[in-house]
Protein backbone atom coordinates (compact mmCIF):
# COMPACT_ATOMS: atom_id res chain seq x y z
CA UNK A 1 0.00 0.00 0.00
CA UNK A 2 1.49 3.32 -1.11
CA UNK A 3 -1.19 5.88 -1.54
CA UNK A 4 -4.45 4.94 0.85
CA UNK A 5 -7.97 6.86 0.74
CA UNK A 6 -10.25 6.19 3.72
CA UNK A 7 -13.84 6.41 2.96
CA UNK A 8 -15.85 7.44 5.74
CA UNK A 9 -13.09 8.69 7.57
CA UNK A 10 -15.41 10.76 9.99
CA UNK A 11 -16.90 7.21 11.26
CA UNK A 12 -16.24 4.76 14.63
CA UNK A 13 -13.47 3.37 12.64
CA UNK A 14 -12.70 5.53 10.26
CA UNK A 15 -11.63 8.17 13.10
CA UNK A 16 -9.24 6.04 14.24
CA UNK A 17 -7.67 4.48 11.57
CA UNK A 18 -6.38 7.37 9.63
CA UNK A 19 -4.13 8.07 12.31
CA UNK A 20 -2.87 4.88 12.53
CA UNK A 21 -2.47 4.20 8.73
CA UNK A 22 -0.39 7.92 8.53
CA UNK A 23 1.85 6.75 11.48
CA UNK A 24 2.89 3.39 9.15
CA UNK A 25 2.82 5.34 5.95
CA UNK A 26 2.82 8.52 6.43
CA UNK A 27 0.56 11.65 6.69
CA UNK A 28 1.08 12.28 3.34
CA UNK A 29 0.22 9.30 1.58
CA UNK A 30 -3.81 8.85 3.62
CA UNK A 31 -6.16 10.51 2.17
CA UNK A 32 -9.74 11.09 4.57
CA UNK A 33 -12.82 11.53 3.39
CA UNK A 34 -16.00 12.82 4.38
CA UNK A 35 -19.40 13.67 3.06
CA UNK A 36 -22.02 14.93 5.64
CA UNK A 37 -20.44 14.40 8.79
CA UNK A 38 -17.02 16.77 8.94
CA UNK A 39 -13.65 15.39 10.03
CA UNK A 40 -12.27 15.81 12.88
CA UNK A 41 -9.32 18.54 13.02
CA UNK A 42 -6.77 16.72 13.85
CA UNK A 43 -7.26 14.26 10.67
CA UNK A 44 -8.02 17.66 8.80
CA UNK A 45 -4.90 19.34 9.51
CA UNK A 46 -2.20 16.14 9.78
CA UNK A 47 -2.96 15.51 6.46
CA UNK A 48 -4.98 15.50 2.82
CA UNK A 49 -8.47 15.49 2.71
CA UNK A 50 -11.71 15.26 0.23
CA UNK A 51 -15.35 15.21 0.54
CA UNK A 52 -16.87 12.17 -1.20
CA UNK A 53 -19.73 10.90 -2.24
CA UNK A 54 -19.22 7.35 -2.19
CA UNK A 55 -22.40 6.64 -4.05
CA UNK A 56 -21.00 8.24 -6.57
CA UNK A 57 -19.06 6.66 -8.33
CA UNK A 58 -17.96 10.02 -10.42
CA UNK A 59 -17.09 11.41 -7.47
CA UNK A 60 -14.86 8.54 -5.88
CA UNK A 61 -13.34 7.89 -9.32
CA UNK A 62 -11.95 11.97 -9.22
CA UNK A 63 -10.25 11.75 -5.95
CA UNK A 64 -8.72 8.23 -6.57
CA UNK A 65 -6.83 9.86 -9.62
CA UNK A 66 -6.14 12.74 -7.99
CA UNK A 67 -4.50 11.33 -5.35
CA UNK A 68 -3.06 8.06 -7.34
CA UNK A 69 -4.75 5.59 -4.93
CA UNK A 70 -4.06 1.94 -5.05
CA UNK A 71 -5.68 1.14 -1.95
CA UNK A 72 -9.23 1.80 -0.56
CA UNK A 73 -10.26 1.29 2.69
CA UNK A 74 -14.44 1.17 2.42
CA UNK A 75 -15.60 2.67 5.84
CA UNK A 76 -19.06 3.32 4.82
CA UNK A 77 -21.80 1.96 6.04
CA UNK A 78 -25.49 2.07 7.72
CA UNK A 79 -25.62 0.05 10.47
CA UNK A 80 -28.05 -2.73 11.87
CA UNK A 81 -29.93 -1.27 14.89
CA UNK A 82 -30.35 1.95 12.33
CA UNK A 83 -30.76 0.83 9.25
CA UNK A 84 -33.79 -1.61 10.03
CA UNK A 85 -35.31 2.48 10.66
CA UNK A 86 -35.00 3.05 6.82
CA UNK A 87 -34.01 -0.49 4.71
CA UNK A 88 -34.03 1.11 1.47
CA UNK A 89 -31.72 3.92 2.24
CA UNK A 90 -29.04 1.34 4.10
CA UNK A 91 -28.82 -1.27 1.35
CA UNK A 92 -28.19 2.06 -1.03
CA UNK A 93 -25.37 3.47 1.34
CA UNK A 94 -23.75 0.09 1.39
CA UNK A 95 -24.07 -1.10 -1.71
CA UNK A 96 -23.63 1.32 -4.13
CA UNK A 97 -20.45 2.16 -2.10
CA UNK A 98 -19.31 -1.20 -1.90
CA UNK A 99 -20.09 -1.25 -5.92
CA UNK A 100 -18.21 2.28 -6.69
CA UNK A 101 -14.90 0.99 -4.55
CA UNK A 102 -14.44 -2.22 -6.78
CA UNK A 103 -15.34 -0.26 -9.64
CA UNK A 104 -12.58 2.40 -9.51
CA UNK A 105 -10.44 0.03 -8.34
CA UNK A 106 -10.63 -2.64 -11.27
CA UNK A 107 -9.79 0.13 -13.42
CA UNK A 108 -6.74 1.44 -10.71
CA UNK A 109 -5.74 -1.97 -10.37
CA UNK A 110 -5.78 -1.77 -6.92
CA UNK A 111 -7.18 -3.48 -3.83
CA UNK A 112 -10.04 -2.51 -1.37
CA UNK A 113 -10.61 -3.37 2.39
CA UNK A 114 -14.59 -3.81 3.15
CA UNK A 115 -15.33 -4.74 6.26
CA UNK A 116 -18.16 -7.33 6.94
CA UNK A 117 -19.86 -8.36 10.40
CA UNK A 118 -21.08 -11.16 12.28
CA UNK A 119 -24.55 -9.58 11.19
CA UNK A 120 -23.83 -11.27 8.15
CA UNK A 121 -25.08 -14.15 9.92
CA UNK A 122 -28.72 -15.53 10.51
CA UNK A 123 -30.67 -17.22 12.96
CA UNK A 124 -30.37 -20.42 11.41
CA UNK A 125 -26.58 -20.02 11.50
CA UNK A 126 -24.60 -22.28 14.10
CA UNK A 127 -24.16 -19.73 16.77
CA UNK A 128 -21.17 -21.66 19.64
CA UNK A 129 -17.89 -21.30 17.17
CA UNK A 130 -19.61 -20.11 14.24
CA UNK A 131 -17.25 -21.95 11.03
CA UNK A 132 -15.94 -19.39 8.70
CA UNK A 133 -17.74 -21.24 6.20
CA UNK A 134 -21.62 -22.12 7.05
CA UNK A 135 -25.12 -21.26 6.32
CA UNK A 136 -25.39 -17.04 5.87
CA UNK A 137 -29.39 -16.28 5.99
CA UNK A 138 -29.43 -12.75 7.83
CA UNK A 139 -32.79 -10.93 8.86
CA UNK A 140 -31.42 -7.49 8.40
CA UNK A 141 -30.80 -5.51 5.60
CA UNK A 142 -27.76 -4.53 7.19
CA UNK A 143 -26.42 -8.01 7.42
CA UNK A 144 -28.02 -8.73 3.86
CA UNK A 145 -25.47 -5.93 2.38
CA UNK A 146 -23.01 -7.69 4.09
CA UNK A 147 -23.48 -11.14 2.42
CA UNK A 148 -24.02 -9.36 -1.17
CA UNK A 149 -20.56 -6.69 -0.24
CA UNK A 150 -18.46 -10.44 0.62
CA UNK A 151 -19.99 -12.41 -2.68
CA UNK A 152 -19.12 -8.72 -5.00
CA UNK A 153 -15.87 -8.58 -3.49
CA UNK A 154 -14.73 -12.12 -4.23
CA UNK A 155 -16.29 -11.72 -7.84
CA UNK A 156 -14.53 -8.97 -8.70
CA UNK A 157 -11.39 -10.55 -7.72
CA UNK A 158 -12.01 -13.49 -9.63
CA UNK A 159 -13.25 -11.69 -12.32
CA UNK A 160 -11.22 -8.70 -12.82
CA UNK A 161 -7.96 -9.16 -10.45
CA UNK A 162 -9.38 -6.39 -8.03
CA UNK A 163 -7.43 -7.27 -4.55
CA UNK A 164 -10.71 -7.35 -2.66
CA UNK A 165 -10.06 -8.27 1.12
CA UNK A 166 -12.30 -7.99 4.69
CA UNK A 167 -12.98 -9.02 7.91
CA UNK A 168 -16.14 -10.54 9.70
CA UNK A 169 -16.43 -7.60 12.51
CA UNK A 170 -17.76 -8.51 15.58
CA UNK A 171 -18.68 -5.22 17.73
CA UNK A 172 -15.36 -3.05 18.34
CA UNK A 173 -15.36 -1.46 21.57
CA UNK A 174 -13.14 2.13 21.51
CA UNK A 175 -12.40 4.39 24.00
CA UNK A 176 -12.21 7.44 21.58
CA UNK A 177 -15.08 7.34 19.55
CA UNK A 178 -18.83 6.72 19.82
CA UNK A 179 -20.67 4.52 18.20
CA UNK A 180 -23.30 5.03 15.42
CA UNK A 181 -26.64 2.65 15.78
CA UNK A 182 -25.23 -0.67 15.95
CA UNK A 183 -26.63 -3.47 18.04
CA UNK A 184 -23.34 -4.28 20.23
CA UNK A 185 -23.22 -0.39 20.87
CA UNK A 186 -24.48 -1.20 24.64
CA UNK A 187 -20.30 -2.68 25.47
CA UNK A 188 -19.04 0.75 24.68
CA UNK A 189 -21.80 2.98 26.33
CA UNK A 190 -21.67 0.34 29.26
CA UNK A 191 -18.24 2.00 30.17
CA UNK A 192 -19.13 5.83 30.04
CA UNK A 193 -22.20 4.85 32.35
CA UNK A 194 -20.16 2.84 34.67
CA UNK A 195 -17.60 6.12 35.52
CA UNK A 196 -19.99 9.11 35.13
CA UNK A 197 -22.92 7.13 37.15
CA UNK A 198 -21.83 4.16 38.47
CA UNK A 199 -25.31 2.64 37.32
CA UNK A 200 -26.05 1.61 33.20
CA UNK A 201 -29.78 0.67 31.67
CA UNK A 202 -29.10 -2.08 29.01
CA UNK A 203 -31.05 -2.38 26.21
CA UNK A 204 -30.08 -6.26 25.92
CA UNK A 205 -30.57 -9.07 28.36
CA UNK A 206 -28.82 -10.95 30.36
CA UNK A 207 -27.20 -14.04 28.90
CA UNK A 208 -27.17 -12.53 25.30
CA UNK A 209 -23.73 -13.51 24.07
CA UNK A 210 -22.06 -11.54 21.67
CA UNK A 211 -18.10 -11.36 20.14
CA UNK A 212 -16.66 -8.54 20.63
CA UNK A 213 -12.79 -6.79 19.77
CA UNK A 214 -10.99 -3.63 20.69
CA UNK A 215 -10.36 -0.65 18.82
CA UNK A 216 -6.60 -1.06 18.72
CA UNK A 217 -6.98 -5.02 17.44
CA UNK A 218 -9.34 -4.38 14.86
CA UNK A 219 -7.35 -1.63 13.51
CA UNK A 220 -4.28 -3.83 13.31
CA UNK A 221 -6.42 -6.75 12.23
CA UNK A 222 -6.99 -4.89 9.03
CA UNK A 223 -3.54 -3.66 8.33
CA UNK A 224 -2.29 -7.36 8.87
CA UNK A 225 -5.05 -8.46 6.66
CA UNK A 226 -3.95 -5.85 3.94
CA UNK A 227 -0.27 -6.49 4.40
CA UNK A 228 -0.45 -10.42 4.30
CA UNK A 229 1.02 -12.42 1.32
CA UNK A 230 -2.34 -13.11 -1.04
CA UNK A 231 -0.58 -16.38 -2.30
CA UNK A 232 -1.78 -17.77 1.60
CA UNK A 233 -5.19 -16.10 1.43
CA UNK A 234 -7.72 -18.73 0.67
CA UNK A 235 -10.82 -16.61 2.06
CA UNK A 236 -9.80 -13.37 1.15
CA UNK A 237 -12.56 -11.44 1.39
CA UNK A 238 -15.04 -12.73 4.37
CA UNK A 239 -13.04 -13.64 8.05
CA UNK A 240 -13.92 -14.21 11.03
CA UNK A 241 -12.04 -12.42 13.33
CA UNK A 242 -12.58 -12.26 17.19
CA UNK A 243 -11.14 -11.95 20.47
CA UNK A 244 -14.06 -12.21 23.19
CA UNK A 245 -17.57 -13.00 23.81
CA UNK A 246 -19.63 -11.71 27.21
CA UNK A 247 -22.85 -10.74 27.67
CA UNK A 248 -23.67 -7.62 30.07
CA UNK A 249 -23.13 -9.78 33.11
CA UNK A 250 -20.20 -10.53 32.64
CA UNK A 251 -18.76 -7.33 31.18
CA UNK A 252 -20.79 -5.82 34.42
CA UNK A 253 -18.38 -8.18 36.84
CA UNK A 254 -15.01 -7.27 34.76
CA UNK A 255 -16.04 -3.48 35.55
CA UNK A 256 -16.95 -4.09 38.81
CA UNK A 257 -12.80 -5.29 39.60
CA UNK A 258 -12.73 -1.48 39.45
CA UNK A 259 -16.24 0.48 40.11
CA UNK A 260 -17.22 -1.99 42.80
CA UNK A 261 -20.52 -0.33 42.97
CA UNK A 262 -21.44 -0.41 39.56
CA UNK A 263 -24.92 -1.31 39.17
CA UNK A 264 -26.01 -2.76 36.14
CA UNK A 265 -30.18 -2.79 35.22
CA UNK A 266 -32.26 -3.63 31.78
CA UNK A 267 -34.53 -2.08 29.77
CA UNK A 268 -34.92 -4.21 26.94
CA UNK A 269 -35.32 -3.13 23.28
CA UNK A 270 -37.18 -6.07 21.31
CA UNK A 271 -35.58 -4.85 18.01
CA UNK A 272 -32.28 -5.14 19.03
CA UNK A 273 -32.83 -8.04 21.43
CA UNK A 274 -34.09 -9.71 17.82
CA UNK A 275 -31.22 -8.43 15.92
CA UNK A 276 -28.55 -10.35 18.65
CA UNK A 277 -30.58 -13.05 19.22
CA UNK A 278 -29.79 -14.09 15.53
CA UNK A 279 -26.09 -13.59 15.63
CA UNK A 280 -23.55 -15.87 17.00
CA UNK A 281 -22.66 -16.30 20.09
CA UNK A 282 -19.03 -16.79 19.34
CA UNK A 283 -17.09 -17.40 15.99
CA UNK A 284 -13.93 -19.66 14.98
CA UNK A 285 -11.62 -17.79 13.87
CA UNK A 286 -8.91 -20.16 13.07
CA UNK A 287 -8.65 -19.40 9.42
CA UNK A 288 -7.63 -15.94 9.98
CA UNK A 289 -4.89 -17.13 12.27
CA UNK A 290 -3.94 -20.02 10.14
CA UNK A 291 -3.73 -18.25 6.48
CA UNK A 292 -2.12 -14.91 7.95
CA UNK A 293 -1.36 -15.05 11.85
CA UNK A 294 -4.57 -13.51 13.19
CA UNK A 295 -4.06 -13.26 17.37
CA UNK A 296 -5.62 -10.61 19.06
CA UNK A 297 -3.85 -8.51 22.07
CA UNK A 298 -6.28 -8.12 24.28
CA UNK A 299 -9.11 -9.98 26.45
CA UNK A 300 -11.51 -8.36 28.51
CA UNK A 301 -10.07 -7.60 31.37
CA UNK A 302 -7.05 -5.59 29.69
CA UNK A 303 -9.46 -4.20 27.44
CA UNK A 304 -11.55 -2.95 30.55
CA UNK A 305 -8.84 -1.56 32.74
CA UNK A 306 -7.40 0.09 29.44
CA UNK A 307 -11.01 1.71 28.97
CA UNK A 308 -11.56 2.99 32.21
CA UNK A 309 -8.29 4.55 32.40
CA UNK A 310 -8.88 6.02 29.03
CA UNK A 311 -12.37 7.06 29.45
CA UNK A 312 -11.96 8.50 32.95
CA UNK A 313 -9.22 10.76 31.62
CA UNK A 314 -11.63 11.93 28.66
CA UNK A 315 -14.17 12.46 30.81
CA UNK A 316 -12.04 14.70 33.15
CA UNK A 317 -11.29 17.41 30.20
Known amino acids: MKNILVIGAAGQIGSELVP ?11 VATFNHTPLPKDIMDAGPSAQVNATD ?18 LV ?10 PAQSWKINMDTTFNCLEVMKEMHGAVFTPSSIGAFGPTTPQDQT ?15 KVAGELLGDYYHLKY ?18 PGGGTTDYA ?32 RSAVELMEADPAKLIHR ?30 K ?9 DSWPNSMDDSAARNEWGWKPEYDLDNMTRDMIEKVSAKLKK
Open 161 to 178: GVDARGLRYPGIISNVTL
Open 20 to 30: YLRKIYGDGHV
Open 57 to 74: GNSLNAVVKKHNIDTIFN
Open 268 to 276: VDPIKKAIA
Open 77 to 86: AVLSAKGEAN
Open 188 to 219: VEIYYDAIKQKHYLCNLPAGTYLDMMYMPDAL
Open 237 to 266: NCFNVTAMSFDPEIIASAIRKYIPDFVLEY
Open 131 to 145: PQDTVMRPTTIYGIS
